[in-house]
């Protein structure tokens, strides 16, 4: 056990230059929608033509929320004060009763990409949004998988959340009355931490055991099984592989194809330094037509994930009240440890960036538009 | 369109050296009432010969406020916490079980003027206090008139409910569902802006006009007409004159005195910062006793400005995140731009003077007695 | 009347090297109770083996308070994150699934006394809890006396809550609707104040008056009586004696044995700067079988303390608004400043003594485990 620092101070609090989900499925619709990612209020909404668009959530007139009751028209939107009109790139379009328009009224726009069902957004530098680093997640848009999703407002920083699920023996304790199974087994757990670039992943083994009730209702197995769990964290989002199947046939990286997999997408967005927008989605590969299955699935993950949540806001209550007192690690903190070296890692790199270039990313109200790199299609 | 300034920064959040409107009608009476005015807790009270009384709302002894379940006994109030009483100067008169009473224990008074129905206060230095600049407000007073009035809170600085005044623009948008029309015709209107020492006068004409069906129903128009809206702001309160009258009889000043008219009264009392208290009068020439009508057109007023109360806090919050970002203004905002400098020049008049006498207003806990002008009649 | 301070600024918000009242009677169970002393957050919870047991509510390893959801497990704690285990001296003893548990996994512990059915808790150095500082308070142990208690939490300063007490003249004002009696009677009171180390005693006498119609109905008193408040305070605590007994019975001391008595327990046991924890007990020597009487006394107490809880918290706002105006001290105010002295010397004594040693209570987070001196019994 090394006293590795997991402390919750940090000279930034997020990560600009770096893809976040912004929504899931049919969230971004001609209703203007108010999201608030890494502290910049924002406005989303999808055009008549279909594209998403991201905007400051600020009125260049007069500072008003363009989500609170504005309208889109078209390809715009209309501030809801005096009717001003933003295109998709941030630009002031058109002043009711004025017949010019000053290049100055406009307001910062985002790039956006969909794929997959998922909107993901750029928090940074225009110019760095590389829709190459976005990942695919296949189930959500391949017929022989069902997916459900959730939404859940945490009041606790982001990293909690990363934390929470690089560490898997919360299971057993957080999530007794849920989820939870047995504490002894679960200690035989074999597993491995290995980070690789800006990911880290961790897989878990548990071979030859015996199979939960839950597990032989859901896919009827008949004897001991094998499982395992595959976490891989990235900023801003975890995917992980929960697979069961007949022991033995986990060999060979067949535990990747044979029996019951569900493969659960984690997006973990941050609002404020102590706010989170936690969305998850739960894919599987059975029983794909058993709608009742699904609710039953979706509902034991939400109360599950609420069990989460409400840990979670009190751990971020005791963390604001003593930031000074450093966490002491256990063994099992591996992936957590590593999760927070490439945050740390990350966040160094762009305020170093931001140095060299002479300006940090908030200092920077309205940057030049963006529209030219706006809803890249990945 | 110029890049003038309109932020939300300012040296001073208020302007002490002023009237501000601090009740109307039967607000005050021998029941204490609790209000802050540039952020100073008040408790104002009738006394028993009828004069209104405005203290610093604490009292001297160990802080408690005397609205607080103080009580009004003859013309003095009683703290509610060990008994002791003020008279209308701050000077307390009475310790109960004590012969004598210290002539430290005394709190600030403010002079209050009352006038056409409306309680006037002075929040600055009580020398100051020139009941001659109270303005009047003959309609509450004129039984050819018919009034009611309405209050609202609204959770934001002083200035931006001026702002919303000062540029109609904003009724066909933020309106929409109450008293907004047509935006098309309404672009057509003429505007003319003046200042006049500490007022600014912004005139709007519609002339040779269709007939709204509302004002149809309110007058008996029968065919076009010509419509103003005279918009009269001082620091503290807005004298809103909206008249309706056949095409042509509005030239030759006609308009002042032919056809329907609404004389609407808004103070705009600061609260805190960030809190106006927006108390409203609507008085009219036509139809005074039909009370059916009295109550219609007060139930729409509310809705209305419910929809800008709203909308302002939207604003102010946005505002208050984004403090340094300055707003770009547009044609429109003329009348704005006159308001928010006349505001600037007192403000910097004021701190100017407070640093030639030594002392801020504010660092004044408790100035000499203010009996002599206090309850001044106007 | 001089011009004493008692203004709500502070070196430091807390005297730590006292004892302070962390429950009464049967609040301390096996179900982990939180509750925040001295700012500090507290999980209490008493052991298989009956003993009380006062840990930091926050675990070393990731900050999660024990006390939302842990469980206890005999003599020990147990997380509700990840299943660490603290005994009553704060070290960790179980890591589930590792073997090893490093001496650096360990949290603070606080002496705790259990005597007269109280809890008392030490907040300062554990080196200085002696309990032979810890008073006596008979009546809850001894069967000719039958006692009730009640907890509010009341928002403000816990000297307020000294202050209210040590002014009685408040109750004639503050209490008119409950307790409150005869002004001109009560001013007629002979008031006697003592200093003795750090107590203050305050006795208020009323000879020869007249019997106030709840004391008859009480007692059955024919005639007119005397009347005794003795008001006893430390820091942390306030003992109250009432008594009233036929006229001359007070001589010689009688007054403590004869007639009607209550013997009332004030824990003021500081929460925050601006929150207090005020239990109360309420002991009588007469009608002890009388249950409804005992609820009948209840209520009506709940219902005064409330009173005093209203007014205090508006107390408290209109001082934390006005930190720097200087209160105005009466003659009935001889106890309040001794009692403000008291905690002024304790304040500077504490303080001097970090300076000496080098560092101060709240910048230790985890001093070294306090189990010797735990569970001491007085």
Redesign the interface.
């Known amino acids: 056990?090394r006293?590795v620092e997991?402390d919750?101070k940090r000279e930034s609090a997020f990560i600009f230059n770096n893809w976040y989900i912004a929504g899931t499925g049919g969230d971004i619709t001609g209703e203007p929608l108010a999201r608030r990612i890494c502290d910049i209020?924002l406005v989303l909404f999808r055009t008549r033509s279909g594209a998403v668009a991201a905007l400051e959530?600020?009125c260049?007139?007069?500072?008003?929320?363009l989500s609170?009751?504005g309208k889109c028209l078209g390809e715009t939107i209309?501030?809801?004060?005096?009717?001003l009109e933003f295109d998709t790139g941030g630009i002031c379009v058109r002043?009711?009763?004025?017949e010019?328009v000053?290049p100055?009224?406009r307001i910062r726009s985002f790039p956006v990409v969909e794929k997959d069902a998922v909107v993901w957004i750029w928090m940074g530098d225009a110019a760095g949004a590389d829709p190459a680093r976005i990942p695919s997640h296949p189930y959500h848009s391949d017929s022989s998988y069902v997916w459900s999703r959730g939404v859940l407002e945490v009041n606790a920083n982001w990293e909690f959340l990363n934390?929470n699920l690089l560490?898997l023996?919360?299971v057993?304790?957080?999530h007794r009355n849920t989820i939870g199974g047995n504490?002894d087994e679960?200690?035989r757990a074999q597993i491995k931490v290995q980070r690789n670039g800006r990911r880290v992943v961790l897989t878990r083994w548990l071979r030859d055991t015996a199979c939960p009730p839950f597990h032989k209702q859901l896919y009827g197995f008949k004897g001991r099984i094998d499982r395992v769990q595959e976490v891989e964290f990235t900023p801003g989002y975890i995917f992980l592989h929960s697979s069961s199947m007949d022991v033995g046939d986990s060999v060979d990286e067949g535990w990747r194809r044979k029996g019951m997999h569900f493969y659960q997408m984690h997006a973990i967005t941050p609002q404020t330094p102590t706010r989170t927008l936690y969305m998850f989605t739960m894919s599987r590969n059975f029983k794909t037509e058993d709608r009742a299955l699904t609710e039953q699935i979706h509902a034991l993950s939400m109360r599950t994930f609420e069990e989460d949540k409400?840990?979670l806001e009190?751990?971020q209550?005791?963390?604001t009240?003593?930031p000074?007192?450093p966490?002491?690690?256990?063994?099992?903190d591996t992936a957590t440890a590593q999760a927070r070296r490439i945050v740390r890692e990350m966040m160094a790199e762009e305020v170093a960036g931001d140095q060299r270039s002479g300006s940090g990313v908030k200092d920077l109200?309205?940057p030049v538009g963006t529209a030219a790199v706006n809803n890249l299609r990945a």
Chains 1, 2, 3 share one sequence.
Do not use: F, N, W
């Open positions: 056990m006293a997991l919750g209020p959530d600020r260049a007139h007069r500072g008003m929320a609170a009751g209309q501030c809801p004060y005096h009717g002043i009711p009763g004025l010019r000053s100055d009224m934390d560490d023996t919360h057993q304790y957080a504490p679960d200690a409400a840990m009190v751990q209550a005791r963390c009240e003593y000074d007192i966490l002491v690690a256990t063994k099992h109200p309205r």
